[in-house]
């Protein structure tokens, strides 16, 4: 999530909003490498002047944009059980995908984000480690690359064929769906069955 400095200018956070608006809804016609400042800067009403004062380039820019998506996504879906164990909503992680599909298309789609990709897929682990940890899991018996690829292949694809299909069904079928095609043998050996839940 997004820390907000409580001495920062009000002008500023409007204007950063204005961009990242603007960049999301550019991300739903063009590939990430496509936009440019001149479309940032119109679509968001600013100008070329104002977007260089907050950033040094659009790659700087992109870089920060992607990376709060992928956080906030990431975060918004977490849930902490009782016993203050984080777990992963896969019914939170639609409905935030829901409301910004460009971004799970960009990750997906666009072969210039892969590194964002691989952010996304770091992220995710670190909170399946921190998961296993908690639960007191042994060591994994499956190489990481192996459960990685598995996970985002079935997880994300399966996101975005629902999204290619025009959300034809409720999160909350797709999320208990989901749960029941993630129960399977390779995360029950990583004792993960449970980290993600509906």
Not at 7 to 33: G, H, M, Q, W
């Amino acid at each position: 999530m997004e820390v907000v400095d409580e001495k920062v200018d009000p002008r500023i956070l409007k204007t950063r909003k204005k961009l990242k608006e603007a960049f999301l809804e550019l991300l739903s016609k063009k590939n990430i490498n496509e936009i440019n400042v001149k479309d940032l800067t119109t679509k968001a009403s600013v100008t070329r002047g104002t977007f260089y004062l907050h950033f040094k380039d659009k790659s700087v820019f992109a870089d920060e944009m992607m990376t709060q998506f992928i956080e906030d996504l990431l975060e918004s879906s977490l849930v902490i059980d009782d016993k203050g164990v984080k777990r992963f909503s896969l019914q939170k992680f639609l409905e935030h995908v829901e409301a910004q599909p460009e971004l799970l298309s960009t990750l997906l789609n666009d072969k210039e984000a892969l590194c964002y990709r691989e952010q996304f897929e770091e992220k995710l682990f670190n909170y399946i480690s921190q998961y296993r940890h908690q639960m007191q899991a042994s060591e994994l018996t499956v190489p990481k690359s192996v459960l990685m690829n598995y996970l985002m292949f079935t997880f994300l694809g399966y996101v975005d064929g629902w999204l290619n299909e025009g959300k034809m069904y409720a999160t909350h079928f797709m999320a208990t769906t989901l749960v029941k095609i993630l129960d399977s043998e390779l995360l029950q050996e990583a004792r993960l069955t449970d980290f993600f839940v509906c």
